[in-house]
């Protein structure tokens, strides 16, 4: 999996753009800035787009490419991020110490799904925030159709509700829908796609 995205990381194109994801975009200016962990943040737009906030970003993808176009980015925009090069079952940081995480389109092996959501979810404090989106499993069709949507190939590694609220059972969900979207993210995140969409609480 890492030569994968090392691979797809080392063009000199940013594989899914220069600009934020759409709904991170959109929400994460709603909430005051402090702590944000981004995990499987890639070459860096969200994490810098968030800095541009005014967030204290921390980062990690397993791609040593994509940390290299994160940094790049981040240079670009002048401002600063945390970005580490590990996996998420080797990830650790003090428990409670972020005010925010942003999960997107970070679809981990089905076997370690949850056990990596219930780990990343302990990092956030009470009352912290987690936004997520990611691939639902009818996105399966979606790619189908139109290859360059984007997302797993494996129906294990897509969303559903039911799974997402049993993996972060002690949240209180804001917003939890599955919905159509056409998406304009760089080379592989392009037309209509079929996400699920999260904002939630920690109790």
Not at 34 to 60: H, M, T, Y
Request: with cysteine.
């Amino acid at each position: 999996m890492k030569e994968f995205w090392n691979e797809r990381y080392a063009t000199e194109e940013f594989a899914y753009g220069t600009e934020p994801n759409a709904f991170i975009r959109e929400n994460l200016p709603s909430f005051k800035p402090g702590k944000i962990l981004f995990p499987a943040e890639g070459e860096g737009r969200n994490a810098v787009f968030a800095a541009q906030l005014g967030w204290d970003v921390s980062a990690f993808d397993i791609s040593e490419q994509g940390k290299e176009k994160a940094k790049m980015l981040a240079a670009d925009k002048k401002v600063q991020i945390n970005y580490d090069v590990k996996s998420v079952e080797n990830c650790t940081y003090p428990l409670e110490s972020f005010d925010a995480i942003a999960l997107v389109f970070a679809h981990f092996p089905a076997d370690i799904r949850k056990v990596s959501h219930r780990q990343l979810a302990e990092y956030l404090k009470p009352g912290g925030v987690l936004l997520l989106e990611g691939f639902t499993k009818k996105q399966l069709e979606y790619s189908k159709a139109n290859p360059k949507s984007g997302g797993p190939k494996n129906e294990a590694m897509l969303f559903s509700i039911d799974e997402i609220k049993s993996d972060f059972e002690h949240f209180d969900f804001k917003l939890m829908t599955e919905t159509e979207t056409n998406m304009d993210e760089g080379l592989y995140h392009i037309g209509k796609s079929h996400v699920l969409r999260m904002i939630a609480v920690k109790k």
